[in-house]
């Protein structure tokens, strides 16, 4: 499941590397995002209300539309912490982790909702099908410099699962996999091993 943004300008790529951060298992969902993480998602939506506002030195912001829809940016990956806790001032529970160059979390690490998650390889063909049927991928979509969750496809007590790494070249800020873990199923804390190896 793949989404992409649209690129930044050279000055918005100025220093971001170094601050960036690694790791994704190939099968699973990403979403692309440029160097400058602007708030494009709300300029989409004028009336909506901030819930942090990304100045200073946020590391991200998170904006919610009168439909209840939420648009996040990242600026740079760091604080996961603190972005579960917005998440969660708006009413998602979430997991999230900022993964270490060369690195992904090994899976599974929970019980998905979704059986592309922590299954074995499929094929492209098979892929499509999982991915039609995906609630995971309904809650959460990439958009112009941010990404947006969609509250309406997740159930009470269910987990919103982020692993966040470098985007690898000049265009993009970062990727992100997605996935919604089972109401009851605890998200194990992510053991990262180097990509390409054994468990992801």
């Known amino acids: 499941m793949w989404a992409s943004i649209p690129p930044a ?3 918005d790529l ?8 690694d790791g994704m298992h190939p099968r699973r969902r990403v979403v692309t995002v440029p160097r400058l993480a602007i708030a494009a998602g709300v300029a989409a939506g004028v009336a909506a209300t901030a819930l942090v506002a990304g100045t200073g030195t946020s590391a991200y912001a998170v904006s919610k539309s009168p439909d209840g829809t939420l648009t996040v940016t990242l600026s740079e990956l760091r604080d996961p912490e603190g972005l579960e806790a917005e998440l969660g001032k708006a009413g998602i529970n979430a997991d999230v982790t900022f993964l270490a160059p060369g690195t992904h979390c090994v899976a599974p690490r929970f019980t998905g909702v979704d059986e592309s998650y922590g299954g074995p390889p499929v094929g492209p063909e098979e892929l499509r ?3 039609a049927r995906a609630r995971s991928f309904k809650a959460i979509r990439g958009g112009p410099g941010a990404f947006q969750i969609f509250p309406e496809y997740i159930r009470p007590h269910e987990t919103l699962v982020l692993e966040f790494s470098d985007g690898e070249n000049a265009e993009v800020l970062w990727r992100m996999g997605s996935w919604l873990a089972k109401a009851g199923s605890p998200v194990k804390p992510c053991v990262p091993a180097a990509l390409g190896g054994l468990g992801g």
């Open 129 to 131: 099908k999982q991915v």
């Open 9 to 11: 300008t050279p000055e």
């Open 14 to 21: 100025s220093g971001a590397r170094r601050r960036l951060l």
